[in-house]
């Protein structure tokens, strides 16, 4: 009789020291959101990372705020605390040490070397680059884990997609190396899409929602991410939004 009052009392004492933590679920989140990487985001926080990520907290009943910043500096932001996460980040050994991922990408997207359309094209692929070759790059971005083992080349590191875009017309650089979407983007909107094509492809990430590893918040924001994204598969909204920049960008 004893034991069992002993072991009713060490239930209840267990039920009310889980009954805080359980209630303290995140209710909102502050996230890092790039300024120049259009369709996905831009500089006046709009785009389809923003209404995707808006819309899979939404089902979680998950407040969202957005601070607006260049990418490095949204990287920085999380791991200083300062911002629970930031998004468009691609899981590759460099950014898995840093960052807490959940399961369930974003997207997936592809990135590219691109050169001006009146030259030759600067070699069969990324493999057989020329030595000494200059290529543009955009600061803090993920280029897959084969891009930093590439012989021959002369890096660039710009800090926005104008400034990369014009050194390459101004044939400062040999190619640049730009998310296809994005480029895309970028080209139309500069009058240029006909000088600047891709010549060929350097890899294809999948794109998180990147989150502090030291914040006891990241792994239920993740998981309530993850969950709000299946929902949105299952019930066709992921697929609607994926429509509105056409069919190239897929997840699987």
Known sequence: ???????????????????PLLATEPSKIRLAAEDSWPPFADSSGHGL???LVKLAYATESIEVESVVVPY?????????????????????????????FGNEPLFIASASFYQ??????????????PPGIRVGIMRGY???????ALPN?????????????????????????MYDKVAAEFLASTGVASEVYPV????????????????????PLAAALDRGLRRLKQ??????????????TKTQ
Not at 119 to 129: F, G, M, N, V, Y
Request: hydrophobic residues 40%; glycine residues 4%; proline residues 1%.
């Open 49 to 51: 990372s923003h209404r």
């Open 153 to 177: 080349i002369v890096l660039w590191v710009a800090d926005n997609q104008y400034q990369l875009l014009n050194l390459l017309l101004t044939h400062k650089l040999d190619a640049v190396v």
């Open 235 to 248: 019930n066709g909204e992921y697929q609607k939004l994926l429509a509105q920049i056409g069919h190239a």
């Open 200 to 219: 060929f492809n350097n890899h294809t990430s999948e794109l998180y929602l990147a989150f502090d590893k030291n914040s006891a918040s990241s792994i």
């Open 142 to 148: 993920e280029y897959g884990d084969e891009f930093d």
């Open 1 to 19: 009789m004893i034991r069992k009052r002993i072991l009713t009392l060490l239930l209840c004492s267990t039920a009310f020291v889980l009954q």
């Open 72 to 100: 490095n500096r949204g990287l920085h932001l999380t791991e200083q605390s300062k911002v629970n996460a930031v998004f468009n980040v691609a899981k590759q050994q460099s950014t898995e040490g840093r960052f807490l």
């Open 116 to 129: 001006l359309t009146k030259r030759e094209p600067i070699a069969a692929d990324k493999w057989s680059l």
